[in-house]
Each structure stands twice: as structure tokens, then as C-alpha cells.
């Protein structure tokens, strides 16, 4: 799956991304929007990690997906 693909899921998908980082809210999810820099944005703020782990997070959930 690539992130166009996620973007137009987006509704569909933002369970998913709830069931991976648990701490990110509802309101997080929502201004993500299928934005991938504002999902790695609020990955970083809500887990402490830095961009580059936010984004390899990121890669290894899409390819699970």
C-alpha cells in the first residue's frame, strides 16, 4: 500500500492507526487527516521519537497494511 492509497482510506484507516500508537487521540487522528508528515508530527509529540523513527514507524505499518 503507498500513502495515496492511505489517504483515500483515510476513514478506514484511522482504526488502524489507533490499534498501533495507542497514545495518539482521537482529535490527533483527525488533524492527521491522511497527512503522513502530520501522523509522523504527532507520532513524535504523543512518543518522544524523532523524525526518523516516527517515519521508519510509519513505513513498517504501511507495509503491514
Do not use: P
Not at 495507542?22 to 512518543?47: F, H, M, P, S
Request: net charge negative; aromatic share 8%; charged share 45%.
Amino acid at each position: 500500500m503507498n500513502w495515496d492509497e492511505v489517504k483515500g482510506r483515510w476513514k478506514e484507516m484511522k482504526g488502524k492507526v489507533r490499534e498501533q500508537w495507542g497514545e495518539l487521540t482521537e482529535n490527533d487522528v483527525e488533524e492527521a487527516a491522511g497527512n503522513r508528515e502530520q501522523l509522523e508530527g504527532k507520532i513524535q509529540q504523543r512518543y518522544g521519537r524523532t523524525r526518523e523513527e516516527a517515519s521508519k514507524e510509519v513505513d513498517d505499518w504501511m507495509a503491514r497494511n
